[in-house]
């Protein structure tokens, strides 16, 4: 398990009160990382933070919507008084689904502002901090659909390959100031988020990964960026990056549809 003195002795965990996130947080807290949780629903991040609280750590709670102009001040004023030595940014989920031509452009708009303004913001304030300090982490959570168009999701997967090329840019700049950045890319995992979005889990082969060991990984590995392909999916990877793209894609796509039982 990571060093609390390395990455303590707080926490800030974005997308903190269920599945990974709340993955996360029982981890940090049992051995002895402070926290702050960040997330839009008050009553699954009380809950996460209770037990964090069970395991002997402060938690501070801020229920927030990440898409309100002044979240970075609000997210500051519970923070600037403590020292922050990990941000986990896991709150970049796909907030408007639509095919493009179709879709409003101010949902779309909703989805680059969470996944990539927002993840810029807590990654410059947060990562400035880190660096005078020399020491400490920070994770931005990926997605295998930031290797790859698909129906449907294309400014999400979009907007997750811009934070992989965004996080191996981050980590060759705080590297040399001992701060250790890493993508940390999801596959199919079994988080509430995904349970309710009707995601069949039930498809033969399908490598469905549960939110607690995909948590523990992630921390595991905080040192190993500017990647890491969580949960056996690294050849799934590779493969979403290789050519011909239109049969890629394609195949993808398909597989997709499966997946959402369309």
Do not use: C
Not at 87 to 109: K, Q
Not at 168 to 191: D, K
């Amino acid at each position: 398990m990571i060093d609390p003195q390395y990455y303590g002795p707080w926490a800030v965990i974005a997308g903190g009160s269920e599945g990974v996130g709340a993955g996360f947080a029982d981890e940090l807290s049992k051995i002895g990382i402070n926290l702050v949780l960040i997330a839009r629903k008050p009553g699954p991040l009380e809950e996460t933070a209770a037990k964090a609280r069970a395991n002997g750590v402060e938690v501070r709670t801020l229920a927030l919507d990440l898409l309100v102009p002044d979240a970075l001040d609000q997210i500051k004023a519970v923070t600037d008084d403590v020292e922050v030595g990990l941000l986990i940014f896991n709150a970049g989920a796909n907030s408007y689904g639509h095919e493009f031509v179709t879709g409003d452009l101010t949902g779309f708009a909703g989805v680059i502002e969470l996944n990539i303004n927002k993840q810029l913001e807590l990654s410059h304030h947060f990562g400035g901090l880190m660096k005078d300090r020399g020491r400490g982490g920070i994770m931005l959570l990926g997605s295998l659909a930031g290797f790859m168009g698909s129906e449907h999701q294309s400014i999400y997967a979009a907007s997750k390959a811009f934070g992989r090329i965004f996080a191996e840019s981050l980590w060759l700049e705080l590297q040399p100031y001992g701060v250790h950045v890493v993508e940390f890319i999801l596959g199919v995992t079994r988080t509430p988020a995904m349970i309710r979005a009707g995601l069949n889990f039930d498809i033969p082969g399908m490598n469905v990964a549960e939110p607690e060991d995909v948590a523990r990984e992630g921390l595991e590995h905080l040192a190993d960026g500017p990647i890491w392909v969580a949960a056996g999916n690294y050849e799934g990877a590779k493969k979403r990056s290789g050519f011909p793209r239109d049969k890629m894609v394609k195949g993808a796509a398909e597989a997709m549809r499966k997946l959402l039982n369309r």
